[in-house]
Nanobody, 123 residues
């Protein structure tokens, strides 16, 4: 019954920006650690950013540092990923994931997943 719905993906040129959103329903959002993952064709799913329950702990993949910002609004049951200075190598399906425990990069352990939103960065 817990559902995660991503939105905000699309086609942008290199150097552009996108803001992804993930709305969580059917569960207690404030108890969830949240992660943004991405998966490109033929590649393993990778963690892009992670945020703790009260936003006190935030981490990023090296490829995202300085360009991406994860945030959450517990009153709106929403986690965001602001992506700036996008590069073609950022092209992937982006997923949000939730769990009551901080699994970080271990995508196989996350209990809840969204359907994904496509991000395509053209050169």
């Amino acid at each position: 019954q817990v559902q995660l719905v991503e939105s905000g993906g699309g086609l942008v040129q290199a150097g552009g920006s996108l803001r992804l959103s993930c709305v969580v329903s059917g569960g207690t959002f404030s108890t969830y650690y949240m992660g943004w993952f991405r998966q490109a064709p033929g590649k393993e799913r990778e963690l892009v950013a992670h945020i703790s329950r009260s936003s006190g702990g935030i981490s990023y993949a090296d490829s995202a540092k300085g360009r991406f910002t994860i945030s959450r609004d517990n009153a709106k049951n929403t986690v965001f990923l602001q992506m700036n200075s996008l590069k073609p190598e950022d092209t992937a399906v982006y997923y949000c994931a939730a769990d009551t425990k901080p699994y970080y990069t271990d995508y196989a352990r996350y209990q809840y997943w969204g359907q994904g939103t496509q991000v395509t960065v053209s050169s």
